[in-house]
Each structure stands twice: as structure tokens, then as C-alpha cells.
């Protein structure tokens, strides 16, 4: 679904291991791949998160856009040398972008599409019933082509009237002249991957960061404690301060472990082995557990605890595994750019800390700790507390240092007024947009499935003009009997319509009683806590029709062709209806409602 027909089939991250694979991967290496490479980003990423501690003070009620649009900011620069141009609040290759990674994480749900599990479903037309997903693939390639295009379509012209910033696009692009078209699209795609594949998770990071604050108060003032001791009152942490912030680095470890980013990730096998005494053929999908590796209590005692002095030699335990072992992924499929991600965080967490005391809000001298959903997708966003604080002191020398880069702060332990308080009706910060149908599972469900249960409902009655002409034309040849076979050749028209008309009600009976349990499990929203119920109401419904069918289609066979022409091979037949409606009851029910 998501490759062949949404158009990622040239991304970073669909490409089989191969000549492309590793191009792309050579493009990042050559760039950002070292910590050496990252130095001349730097001044981006410090000017950005300056703005971002400006934009939080000044509206700390929007964190979770000022979160998404700083990560956007700093990733467009590097990528394209590309700044934000906010219109109304609002930028258009950023919203393009970011609905692009919607769809993605929709769209690359492992078993959310049939398409992916019975491929030849690709070739059906878009307007053949329950083929939406050949339109939503569509419109989706379109909206990722215009995500390609655009922001490589603005460099080229930058570079065209020379005043092209530096940015990984423009680098790989120096010697145009002597590239290939292959090559071209390659960086074209490479560029693209940069941005798709570091917003979203930045993004969940930070978030993750913020959640975990809010819960792990000790935590937060360690880190503050070290931050005030190596840099002081009278500047912002700048990357050069890192190597001297051991606890501020573990607080990177930690903020991955603690909030798994991607806790599945989808692989394939090139060639067959054996693992652990069992056999794996070759092109065999693989799901590594992240969220369990990174959670597993054998190698993180109390996981659920936000603790990063597990990575800090001499702190009374053995160091535990780094988790960007595995939150990057593994061997030759690692994120190519962990080293941005890594000073992204760094930036973020360190300003973040060295400005801001971050709390829960209190009401009525009680905090209310923040609850949090995780919103369904590839990437694992937290949806943002419902209450969750930002609380400093020094609120207007803040605001004037910030605009030169500086602050001058000092950590309010007192204050009860928190600047994020608690929103009833706002969408909660972090989620996906609740109008977007692309960008949640759980708001696609209804009305969107209630097409696309009626397209599969549509089935039933083609299923039974299949089947009646199939009747029609093996009964004579099968029972040999001149009386059957008369009948049915002078009244094959009529038998038709009637087998039609039969299957057709119960088509519609079924399409009813299917709608309204949906509707009933929507109301109580048991569709979102309990995805197997899907299987047991389709099970149910295809049961009472096997129970159903048979005997009625026995009962019309006889009043038809006479009781004293049948044979076993008339209730064989009835069978068949009974179990194909059974099969297509099943799929209408488990992917009409569930996708």
C-alpha cells in the first residue's frame, strides 16, 4: 500500500537493501554522518531552539506546535536551506510535510491494508466496490510528490540566483553537471528522507522529554543543578558545553528508552536462516520488538522508571546498554541520521532545562499529573497531558535575553502558576489533528469505514449472481435428470433473477445489522480497547448465515426442481453459498470496520 501505490517505493525507508540503498545511505554519511560533519549545523539548530524558548514563554498553552515547528524549522534548513515563511501562523510546506507523514504512518501500519497481504488487489480499478484504497493511494502519492518536489524545486531555483544557503541538498547537488538523472532522483529522494524521517520522531522525543518532567521532578532538578554548575546564569548551553554534561547526555539515553519511538519496525529477510532452532525462509517479514528490548526488565531493572544515571559509570550500578543501540534501529538498516537526532535533543533538553522549570499545573493546591494516550501510527507520539506546567521567575528578562541568544534565569520552586494549564476542549497537543482522517486510526474509523463496510457489502449480492449462475450451469450437468435440466433451460432467467433478488436482501439485511453494531461499539468506543471484538462480530454474523443458508437454499432447491430430482449435489451447492458469504461476512466486518 504504502510503497507500491502511495509512491514511497523510493524512500529511504521502503528500499530493499541494494545499489539505491546504499547510495542514499552514502549521501547522509558524507554530511551528517559524523559528529565532526554536524559541526556547521550547529548555528541553526542553537538559533532555532532560541526561538523555540521565545515561542514558549510568549504562548506555552501551543508547546506542542511550537515542538512540531521547531523540529520542522531546523530539519528544512538542513535539508533544503529553507526557512519557515508563517502565513496566518501557518507555513505551507511544513503543513504539506507534516500531512505527509500522516498518511505514513497510517499508511505503514503493519496488516492495516488487504492490498498488502493479497498483493494482486493492486490491479483492481478504483471504482470497483471496496477499492477505496486504490483512490486514498492516489491522493496520497500526489500529496508525497508535491512533498518531494516542492522544497527541491525551491533550492534549485536558490542555487539558480546564487543565494543558496548551505544545506544537504545544495552540497550534493555543487556538481549537478556531472550527476546522472539516476543520481539526481536519488538525492532528490535522500533529501526527502531527511526531513520525513526526522520530524515525527524528533518530535516524539521531545515530547517524551517534556511528559517525562512533569512525572520525574528529582530528575529534572539533577539536571538542572549540572547545567547551572558547567554553564552558569548568563548564557544558554551551546553544543560545545555537551562533553562537560554527562547527566544531560544520559537524560538523550534515557528520554529514548523511557518513550519508544518506534516501537515496531518491519524488516525483511534477503536471504533464508536460523534462528534459535527455527528455520526462516528468505523475504520473510520480520518485527523486532523495540518498545519490549527497550523495556525489558532483565536489562533495564524498573523500566517504567525515568532514570538516566543507569548510563553513568560510578553511580553505584553497572551501566546499562546504551538504547541508541536499538531506538536507531540495527546493523545495516541503522537511522542513517541519528547524529541530528542526537543534537537535536541535546539543544532542545539542555535550553529547555537551563530556562524553564517544568511542573504539573496545580488546582486547588493539588498537581494533577498529566494523562496520556498513545496515538496509533508507526511513530509512537504521546498525546500531551492533560495538565502539564512550565513555571520560571524570571518571565521578562527572559523574554529580552532570548532575542540575543542569552538568559539570565533562576529556577522558581514556589510559583503555582503554571503558564500550560489545563485545556477541556483544546486537542490535546501532540495528537493528530482530530479534522485530518489521515492522521489517526482511531477518527478514520467512522465515518470513513462506513463506506467502505457498505463496498464490501456490495459483494454479497455479486457473490450470489456468481454463484446462481454457477447453479444454473452445473446442475444440468451434473444431476441427470431430463425434468431438472428442462426446467432450468426454459426458466434460467427466472431462477436468476430470484437467486439475485435472495442474495441481494440478505446482502441488505446483513448490511444493516452489520452497521448498527458498529455503530454500538463506536457509542462506546469498544473498537478502539478492543480490536479482537471485530472478529468475534464477524465470526457471529458469518455463523448464523452457515447456519441460515443451507437449509433455506435446500428448501428453494426443492420447491424449484422437484424433491424427486435432487441429489446430495443440491445441498453441496447450498453449502457454497453459505460459506462464501460466511468468508466475505468475515473480511467486510475485519476490514470494513477495523481499517
Not at 193 to 212: N, Q, R
Not at 264 to 283: C, Q
Not at 401 to 414: L, P
Not at 551 to 574: C, H, M, Q, W
Request: aromatic share 10%.
Amino acid at each position: 500500500m504504502i510503497g507500491e501505490l502511495a509512491g514511497w517505493r523510493d524512500a529511504l525507508v521502503m528500499l530493499r537493501y541494494g545499489s539505491k540503498l546504499k547510495e542514499q545511505r552514502r549521501y547522509f554519511h558524507q554530511l551528517i554522518g559524523t559528529k565532526g560533519s554536524m559541526d556547521k549545523f550547529h548555528p541553526i539548530e542553537e538559533y532555532e531552539t532560541a526561538k523555540f524558548l521565545q515561542k514558549v514563554a510568549a504562548k506555552p498553552e501551543d508547546l506542542s506546535a511550537h515542538i512540531r515547528r521547531t523540529t520542522g524549522a531546523i530539519i528544512l534548513r538542513i535539508a533544503y536551506g529553507y526557512e519557515l515563511k508563517y502565513v496566518d501562523g501557518r507555513d505551507p510546506l511544513l503543513d504539506i510535510v507534516d500531512e505527509v507523514m500522516g498518511q505514513f504512518s497510517v499508511g505503514s501500519l503493519p496488516g492495516a491494508w488487504l492490498v498488502d497481504a493479497m498483493p494482486i488487489l493492486r490491479h483492481v480499478p478504483e471504482w470497483f466496490p471496496g477499492a477505496n484504497f486504490k483512490k486514498l493511494a492516489r491522493e496520497w502519492k500526489q500529496c508525497l510528490n508535491n512533498a518531494i518536489e516542492m522544497p527541491y524545486n525551491f533550492t534549485k531555483q536558490q542555487m539558480a540566483d546564487g543565494i543558496a544557503p548551505p544545506s544537504f541538498l545544495s552540497n550534493l547537488l555543487a556538481n549537478e553537471s556531472s550527476l546522472t538523472a539516476d543520481e539526481v532522483k536519488n538525492i532528490k529522494w535522500a533529501a526527502g528522507a531527511l526531513y520525513t524521517g526526522g520530524t515525527d520522531t524528533t518530535v516524539s522525543a521531545i515530547y517524551s522529554f517534556f511528559l517525562a518532567m512533569t512525572r520525574f521532578p528529582e530528575v529534572q532538578r539533577k539536571a538542572q543543578a549540572e547545567i547551572d554548575a558547567v554553564v552558569g546564569n548568563d548564557r544558554l548551553p551551546s553544543f560545545s558545553d555537551k562533553p562537560n554534561l554527562p547527566y544531560c547526555d544520559a537524560m538523550i539515553q534515557e528520554v529514548l528508552r523511557w518513550g519508544v519511538v518506534v516501537p515496531l519496525v518491519v524488516h525483511s529477510t534477503e536471504e533464508e536462516d536460523w534462528h534459535d532452532g527455527k528455520y526462516i525462509p528468505a523475504n520473510t517479514l520480520v518485527i523486532p520488538n523495540i518498545w519490549w528490548m527497550l523495556r525489558d526488565p532483565e536489562r533495564y531493572p524498573e523500566p517504567e522508571k525515568f532514570d538516566p544515571e543507569r548510563y553513568i559509570a560510578g553511580s553505584g550500578e553497572a551501566v546499562q546498554a546504551d538504547p541508541r543501540s536499538f531506538a536507531f534501529g540495527f546493523g545495516r538498516r541503522i537511522c542513517p541520521g541519528l547524529n541530528l537526532a542526537d543534537a537535536s535533543l541535546f539543544i532542545s533538553i539542555a535550553r529547555s532545562l537551563a530556562v524553564f522549570d517544568i511542573k504539573p499545573v496545580v488546582e486547588n493546591g493539588i498537581e494533577v499529573l498529566p494523562e496520556v494516550e498513545i496515538v496509533p501510527g508507526t511513530i509512537c507520539i504521546e498525546m500531551e497531558p492533560t495538565a502539564a506546567g512550565v513555571v520560571h521567575s524570571t518571565f521578562s528578562l527572559y523574554h529580552h535575553d532570548v532575542e540575543n541568544s542569552t538568559t539570565s534565569t533562576v529556577h522558581s520552586d514556589s510559583s503555582d502558576a503554571p503558564l500550560i494549564r489545563k485545556r477541556e476542549d483544546h486537542d490535546f497537543a501532540g495528537s493528530l489533528p482530530s479534522k485530518d482522517p489521515n492522521r489517526s486510526l482511531r477518527n478514520v474509523r467512522w465515518p470513513y469505514s462506513l463506506s467502505k463496510t457498505l463496498s464490501f457489502a456490495s459483494l454479497v449480492p455479486l457473490s450470489s449472481v456468481a454463484i446462481s449462475i454457477f447453479m444454473l450451469i452445473g446442475i444440468p450437468i451434473f444431476v441427470h435428470a431430463d425434468v431438472t435440466k428442462k426446467y432450468i433451460t426454459a426458466n434460467w432467467l427466472h431462477l436468476l433473477a430470484i437467486t439475485t433478488a435472495a442474495g441481494a436482501a440478505g446482502g441488505a439485511i446483513w448490511a444493516v445489522l452489520a452497521l448498527a453494531i458498529m455503530w454500538l461499539l463506536h457509542l462506546t468506543q469498544e473498537i478502539e480497547k478492543k480490536p479482537s471484538l471485530l472478529w468475534g462480530v464477524g465470526c457471529f454474523l458469518g455463523f448464523l448465515d452457515v447456519l441460515v443458508a443451507p437449509p433455506i437454499g435446500v428448501e428453494i432447491l426443492i420447491k424449484l426442481f422437484r424433491a424427486e430430482t435432487l441429489d446430495a449435489l443440491t445441498a453441496t451447492y447450498s453449502s457454497v453459498i453459505g460459506f462464501v458469504i460466511f468468508s466475505i461476512v468475515v473480511i467486510c466486518i475485519f476490514f470494513g470496520l477495523g481499517n
